[in-house]
């Protein structure tokens, strides 16, 4: 019941960002960013109680760099200023989370079976810098290695099978995915591309990831959520 709530605080939280971020006014769209993760880390807790764990601590580490992303990333005129120390936030949040997907004990998939799938993943990233790279300028190194750490994490979801349960795979892969298609549309936008609905794109895929990955994190370890 207390994830439910947290859930449709969470989602409400979301809409209203998306309402107030086409105003002029920046302050309530980013108060509101600042406490979307937040809602999250609380889902977390509530259902993983164990602050030793390795893997709960490297979540909660990618959940904290993903809070300071969204933060530095909303600060109203200071875009340009900013970006940087954003985008190095989000890897570090990419870095942790591939860490959780890739650390726990089984066959590695990868290594395994499903070596082909890096084929249409590689594919992916490299059509992205592909389309972008007369666009990128001095951003070209910054954007290339982000694109190789969120394919590395997008990998990493990919290669739990067998480690988890189906529930917990499925919802964290597909919440990777929209993480890769979120930060591609935000890629595209921001660099010579923009289209109209960028934002909605961007976000409600963001969102989805974000809780998808929690939940299915989550899911790991319990088979109900409280």
């Given at each position: 019941?207390?994830?439910?709530?947290?859930?449709?605080?969470?989602?409400?939280?979301?809409?209203?960002f998306?309402?107030?971020?086409?105003?002029?006014?920046?302050?309530?769209a980013?108060?509101?960013?600042?406490?979307?993760?937040?809602?999250?880390?609380?889902?977390?807790?509530?259902?993983?109680?164990?602050?030793?764990?390795?893997?709960?601590?490297l979540m909660?580490t990618?959940?904290?760099?993903?809070?300071?992303?969204?933060v530095?990333?909303?600060?109203?005129?200071?875009?340009a200023?900013?970006?940087?120390?954003?985008?190095i936030?989000?890897?570090?949040?990419?870095?942790m989370?591939?860490?959780?997907?890739?650390?726990?004990?089984?066959?590695?998939?990868?290594?395994k079976?499903?070596?082909?799938?890096?084929?249409?993943?590689?594919?992916?990233?490299?059509?992205?810098?592909?389309?972008?790279?007369?666009?990128?300028?001095d951003?070209?190194?910054?954007v290339?290695?982000?694109?190789?750490?969120?394919?590395?994490?997008?990998?990493?979801?990919?290669?739990?099978?067998?480690?988890?349960?189906?529930?917990s795979?499925?919802?964290?892969?597909?919440?990777?995915?929209?993480?890769?298609?979120?930060?591609?549309?935000?890629?595209?936008?921001?660099?010579?591309?923009?289209?109209?609905?960028?934002?909605?794109?961007?976000?409600?895929?963001?969102?989805?990831?974000?809780?998808?990955?929690?939940?299915?994190?989550?899911?790991?370890?319990?088979?109900?959520?409280?």
């Amino acid at each position: 019941m207390k994830t439910t709530i947290l859930t449709i605080i969470y989602f409400i939280i979301g809409i209203l960002f998306l309402i107030f971020e086409a105003n002029p006014s920046y302050i309530p769209a980013l108060t509101l960013k600042t406490l979307m993760i937040p809602v999250l880390a609380v889902i977390f807790l509530i259902n993983l109680r164990s602050g030793s764990d390795l893997l709960h601590k490297l979540m909660l580490t990618g959940l904290f760099f993903s809070w300071a992303g969204d933060v530095l990333l909303e600060v109203p005129n200071q875009a340009a200023d900013l970006f940087i120390p954003g985008l190095i936030c989000f890897l570090l949040a990419h870095i942790m989370y591939l860490l959780t997907f890739f650390l726990p004990r089984g066959e590695n998939f990868i290594n395994k079976k499903g070596l082909w799938l890096l084929i249409p993943v590689s594919l992916f990233g490299a059509g992205i810098i592909f389309y972008l790279h007369t666009d990128l300028g001095d951003m070209m190194i910054p954007v290339t290695i982000y694109t190789v750490v969120i394919l590395a994490m997008v990998t990493g979801a990919i290669n739990r099978l067998k480690k988890v349960n189906a529930v917990s795979y499925w919802l964290v892969l597909t919440g990777a995915i929209l993480f890769l298609i979120s930060d591609s549309a935000l890629a595209i936008n921001k660099f010579g591309h923009p289209f109209r609905g960028s934002s909605i794109v961007i976000m409600s895929t963001y969102l989805l990831a974000q809780y998808l990955i929690i939940t299915g994190y989550i899911r790991q370890f319990r088979s109900d959520l409280k």
